[in-house]
């Protein structure tokens, strides 16, 4: 794998808002992460999000509910072991993140920071939302990193994107309360029709603008489906003052 991004690549991810990096990491750091994020999943080692805290269609009412104990992210991970911080600051990564920044790169703690888990029996389906509804900076311009530590598919609820919809004007009445794309409107179901989905191996990786409208339907699998997602800022883009994403603070990687 190139340490930096080809100019082809850079310009997928400047119009399509998204950028599919096969294999890009090793099969032993999957490993180290994955066994980690397993056991402490079995311990329920906190701090934890529940589907239940989520509140999506279908979630658990409760935690106390049927089903309510089903974790949906293991939070805080850079903190969690050795491994998780080695790949959020993995040189090939941090590289090639400078180049779409255009200048240093930081790795925000606050939302994602997590693994994401989705269970085949309570795990929510997520609708079409962007990723910057969980952060305030100065510019709405942040990079989630997706890996994937399995297989993700149609079956188990991949991600799915509408390519290019990070540049697209979208009306505020577009939007529910939540800042998901309301699926009532005719205009937004015309967008879901562009959807497309995106299937992954273990060591794949996704970098996606924080504007690019996502999805992903529930897991039909028999095998709980975990990926292990960051934020990154460039160094100038700060965050708001007295919000999560200013308190949860951030770790200067460079370029
Ligand atoms: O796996 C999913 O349901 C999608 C998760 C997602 O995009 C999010 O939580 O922001």
């Given at each position: 794998m190139a340490t930096t991004l080809s100019e082809k690549q850079i310009e997928q991810f400047r119009t399509g808002g998204y950028l599919v990096l096969r294999d890009m990491a090793g099969a032993a750091m999957c490993e180290a992460m994955l066994s980690t994020a397993q056991s402490h999943l079995r311990a329920a080692v906190p701090p934890l999000e529940y589907e239940a805290d989520v509140g999506y269609p279908g979630a658990p009412q409760s935690v106390d509910a049927p089903g309510g104990q089903t974790i949906r992210r293991l939070r805080g991970v850079f903190h969690r072991e050795a491994s998780f911080e080695a790949w959020a600051q993995h040189p090939s990564l941090v590289a090639k993140l400078a180049q779409l920044f255009g200048e240093d790169v930081c790795l925000s703690l606050a939302h994602h920071n997590c693994v994401m888990t989705k269970h085949p029996d309570f795990g929510t389906a997520t609708g079409w939302h962007r990723d910057i509804r969980y952060w305030s900076f100065t510019r709405p311009d942040l990079i989630s990193v997706w890996l994937a530590l399995g297989p993700e598919n149609a079956a188990n609820g991949a991600l799915r994107f509408i390519p290019g919809s990070h540049r697209m004007a979208i009306?505020?009445?577009?939007?529910d309360e939540l800042d998901f794309l309301r699926p009532d409107l005719p205009q937004n179901q015309a967008l879901f029709k562009q959807g497309i989905s995106l299937e992954l191996k273990r060591g794949d990786v996704v970098f996606f603008h924080s504007g690019l409208f996502h999805a992903a339907s529930r897991n039909t699998t028999a095998s709980v489906k975990m990926s292990l997602v960051y934020a990154y800022h460039g160094k100038t883009n700060r965050p708001v003052e007295g919000t999560k994403s200013a308190a949860a603070g951030e770790i200067l990687l460079g370029s």
């Amino acid at each position: 794998m190139a340490t930096t991004l080809s100019e082809k690549q850079i310009e997928q991810f400047r119009t399509g808002g998204y950028l599919v990096l096969r294999d890009m990491a090793g099969a032993a750091m999957c490993e180290a992460m994955l066994s980690t994020a397993q056991s402490h999943l079995r311990a329920a080692v906190p701090p934890l999000e529940y589907e239940a805290d989520v509140g999506y269609p279908g979630a658990p009412q409760s935690v106390d509910a049927p089903g309510g104990q089903t974790i949906r992210r293991l939070r805080g991970v850079f903190h969690r072991e050795a491994s998780f911080e080695a790949w959020a600051q993995h040189p090939s990564l941090v590289a090639k993140l400078a180049q779409l920044f255009g200048e240093d790169v930081c790795l925000s703690l606050a939302h994602h920071n997590c693994v994401m888990t989705k269970h085949p029996d309570f795990g929510t389906a997520t609708g079409w939302h962007r990723d910057i509804r969980y952060w305030s900076f100065t510019r709405p311009d942040l990079i989630s990193v997706w890996l994937a530590l399995g297989p993700e598919n149609a079956a188990n609820g991949a991600l799915r994107f509408i390519p290019g919809s990070h540049r697209m004007a979208i009306a505020q009445a577009q939007l529910d309360e939540l800042d998901f794309l309301r699926p009532d409107l005719p205009q937004n179901q015309a967008l879901f029709k562009q959807g497309i989905s995106l299937e992954l191996k273990r060591g794949d990786v996704v970098f996606f603008h924080s504007g690019l409208f996502h999805a992903a339907s529930r897991n039909t699998t028999a095998s709980v489906k975990m990926s292990l997602v960051y934020a990154y800022h460039g160094k100038t883009n700060r965050p708001v003052e007295g919000t999560k994403s200013a308190a949860a603070g951030e770790i200067l990687l460079g370029s």
